[in-house]
């Protein structure tokens, strides 16, 4: 049942916890029982032990993008996270998030200064469980400190996060992702070894979700050494079509605990795919972001910082029924995941892969006319 936040590792006061990964990949706690005094702290700090929310009132709910072209063409949706980090940056405080590092690993980072060259790699979506281990010290040293502090993540680390903090810091924001669920560390370095293996250089950059084709047919897009790029959507490319079968995503994600409307989190931010119908604006493929305002914090920042954006107010239950179905399920696992982690070493990736999910040459053909289509203004019609 464990999420894997690290509450329980980050408050213990024996520092008898250590988060060690399984054998597929994903952290989990593991006691020093020797050295543990039985204070229980482990216990009473996880999320996953906490009642659920009980759904009282919804929460206000906009749809919103960033006005710059250049930050919303990088973006993964409307680009909302980028104009937060620069409040809190200008502001002198600290921002909390998530890159792709240099060695492909998925890392909650430490940002304080606007010059920080990795800060334009934040806003952007990662399929994996990010590497959050004795990060939650660090940001509550910083609270401490009096600094304005910033920590975005997924539902189950902003509620491992706050458990963890104990009390309500009027300088803490938190922005939390509806996710779908996360991958394992392990299955993105098989793939990541496929890849600089077939292109025989190594990966200088990973965009999970690039606008490659417009929003609407978003790509991973990887960077190689030697100046090969390569995209490929859910239909063809071989992480992502895992992920969206269900078939790697850690097993606490299947019964996910944080699956409500009511967030401990000042902002919850997922995708606006049906914008044109929520705001009766005309989409123009280029992004949007659905926003749910929990507290008085989130609507304040928002009003500080709303000339970044355009802003339009929307109907809630509208904008889950059309684009939130995460906000309140979890996946369904695939018949086949425990298997598919089984056996990960035994095969090629394309074969193991094409074991348990085909890429057929139906997809090959469609995501190869992709970009004819998208020159020829024609996606839309693809779709």
Request: proline share 3%.
């Given at each position: 049942?464990c999420?894997?936040c690290?509450?329980?590792s ?8 250590d ?12 006691v ?5 005094i039985d ?10 032990t906490?009642?659920r929310?009980n ?9 919103a993008r960033d006005?710059?072209?250049k ?21 002198d405080g600290v921002?909390?998030?998530v ?7 998925v890392n909650?980072?430490r940002v ?6 990795r ?7 990662k ?10 010290p660090?940001?509550?040293e910083?609270l401490?400190?009096?600094k ?5 993540g997924?539902?189950?680390q ?5 458990s963890?903090l104990?009390r ?11 996710c779908?669920g996360n ?35 978003g ?8 100046g ?9 490319n071989?992480f992502?079509?895992a992920?969206f079968s269900?078939l790697?995503?850690?097993p ?15 902002l919850?931010?997922y995708d ?20 749910l305002?929990?507290t ?9 910082i709303a000339t ?10 509208k904008a ?5 179905i995460?906000v309140?399920?979890?996946a369904i696992p695939?018949k086949?995941r425990?298997?598919f982690?089984?056996?990960l070493?035994e ?7 094409q074991?348990?999910i ?16 998208y020159k020829?203004g024609?996606?839309a019609?693809?779709?």
């Amino acid at each position: 049942e464990c999420c894997g936040c690290t509450a329980c590792s980050s408050i213990c006061p024996k520092k008898c916890i250590d988060m060690k990964e399984d054998n597929e990949g994903f952290i989990y706690p593991n006691v020093n029982v020797i050295e543990c005094i039985d204070c229980k702290l482990c216990e009473q700090v996880c999320p996953m032990t906490k009642k659920r929310e009980n759904e009282k009132g919804i929460p206000e709910s906009i749809l919103a993008r960033d006005v710059r072209d250049k930050v919303l063409l990088t973006g993964t949706s409307g680009s909302v996270f980028t104009s937060i980090m620069e409040y809190v940056l200008q502001k002198d405080g600290v921002v909390y998030g998530v890159i792709v590092d240099e060695e492909k690993v998925v890392n909650h980072i430490r940002v304080d200064s606007q010059n920080d060259n990795r800060i334009s790699k934040i806003p952007c979506s990662k399929y994996v469980r990010s590497e959050i281990r004795d990060i939650f010290p660090k940001i509550k040293e910083d609270l401490t400190s009096g600094k304005l502090v910033c920590f975005s993540g997924v539902p189950c680390q902003v509620e491992g996060l706050k458990s963890y903090l104990n009390r309500d810091y009027k300088n803490l924001l938190t922005i939390d992702v509806i996710c779908r669920g996360n991958p394992s560390p392990l299955f993105l370095g098989k793939y990541v070894e496929y890849l600089e293996k077939k292109y025989k250089s190594k990966i200088v950059d990973v965009r999970f979700r690039n606008k490659t084709f417009g929003y609407h047919s978003g790509t991973m897009k990887v960077v190689f050494g030697n100046g090969k790029v390569y995209f490929g959507s859910a239909r063809t490319n071989y992480f992502l079509k895992a992920f969206f079968s269900d078939l790697c995503s850690r097993p606490s994600c299947y019964e996910c605990n944080f699956k409500h409307i009511q967030h401990k989190s000042d902002l919850t931010l997922y995708d606006g795919w049906h914008a044109s119908e929520l705001a009766n604006i005309e989409d123009d493929d280029r992004g949007y972001t659905n926003l749910l305002v929990h507290t008085d914090k989130g609507s304040k920042l928002l009003k500080e910082i709303a000339t970044a954006y355009e802003i339009f107010q929307v109907d809630a239950e509208k904008a889950i029924a059309l684009d939130g179905i995460m906000v309140r399920n979890s996946a369904i696992p695939h018949k086949d995941r425990v298997a598919f982690y089984a056996d990960l070493d035994e095969h090629e990736m394309d074969e193991h892969i094409q074991k348990y999910i085909k890429v057929t040459s139906k997809d090959r053909l469609l995501e190869s006319i992709k970009g004819i289509a998208y020159k020829g203004g024609l996606m839309a019609t693809l779709r």
